[in-house]
């Protein structure tokens, strides 16, 4: 299976702050997404980090049962009140060898993502797509 995982849906929640546009690429937000994403994650014992504007959205460090990982949190571009998130583990050397314990603890985590935005109330459609 692999280690990565995104979902798309739809929402009027996490619309982009205007000066937004001057730290991701145009139509590219995700920003309140991220921090709410963020805020539910730490809700519950995560440590997480950011997030970090990058040219396609917004980033966060995650670090979940010991180990590692990333998430990406984005609007589709041209498709207003879409997104994207996507989940992926951070490992070195040490984790690729350690797959089959990777890959329990980034089940847990992308089931905890996904419960988390299936039970905000203004998301709709939510799917997962091809890694």
């Known amino acids: 299976m692999s280690l990565e995982r995104v979902w798309s849906f739809s929402s009027t929640a996490f619309a982009p702050a205007p000066e937004e546009a001057a730290l991701v690429n145009p139509e590219l937000g995700g920003r309140e997404l991220a921090a709410f994403l963020a805020g539910s994650l730490a809700a519950v014992g995560l440590e997480t980090a950011g997030p970090v504007a990058e040219d396609w ?71 997962e797509e091809p890694a």
């Open 57 to 127: 959205g917004w980033r966060l460090e995650l670090r979940f049962e010991g180990r590692r990982f990333w998430m990406g949190c984005g609007a589709v571009s041209g498709e207003s009140g879409r997104f994207l998130v996507f989940l992926k583990p951070r490992r070195g050397l040490r984790g690729l060898l350690a797959g089959a314990v990777w890959s329990g603890s980034f089940e847990r985590l992308a089931a905890l993502v996904e419960r988390i935005l299936r039970e905000h109330p203004e998301v709709r459609d939510l799917a």
